[in-house]
């Protein structure tokens, strides 16, 4: 149970002294994206990672980045965001603003797409 609950632990902090990995910028310019490639974990088709998107401006909640933590299938090239956090400041730093907890569906990804190059960049690994 014990060793159950570190790697809970482990899976679910927060990355705050991640080391983000650059991986393209929306085509407007608006966003960049990030990965963490030194927490990415696989497990046969699926895949586990950090990413991080970082905001040019100010979204409507005054956020200027997310961090979300990422279950990918990559033979099917779907994801599923498990958890997010959401911050006052660029590149995951300032006051947390909020977090998303529950799970989303899986996701089809198009490639060309901020998510399409991360997944891909982190099933390539």
């Known amino acids: 149970m014990k060793k159950f609950l ?4 482990l899976l679910f902090a927060t990355p705050s ?7 393209a910028t929306a085509g407007d310019g608006s966003v960049d994206s990030y990965i ?11 895949i586990h990672y950090w990413n991080l998107m970082d905001l040019k401006q100010p ?3 005054g956020d200027l980045s997310f ?18 956090y959401y911050y ?6 300032g006051e947390l603003s909020g977090t998303m907890h529950e799970p989303t569906e899986w996701q089809s990804v198009e ?15």
């Not at 002294?17 to 991986?23: G, I, Q, R, Y």
């Not at 006052?88 to 730093?93: C, L």
């Open 17 to 23: 002294f991640a080391d983000w990995d650059f991986v």
């Open 36 to 46: 963490d490639l030194d927490q990415i974990r696989k497990e046969g088709e699926f």
């Open 88 to 93: 006052r400041k660029n590149m995951g730093e």
């Open 67 to 84: 961090v979300s933590f990422i279950l990918g299938d990559c033979k099917s090239f779907r994801l599923m965001y498990s958890i997010s």
């Open 59 to 61: 979204d409507s909640d």
């Open 6 to 9: 570190i790697i809970l632990l």
């Open 111 to 125: 490639t060309g797409t901020l998510d399409g190059f991360a997944l891909k960049k982190a099933c390539d690994l």
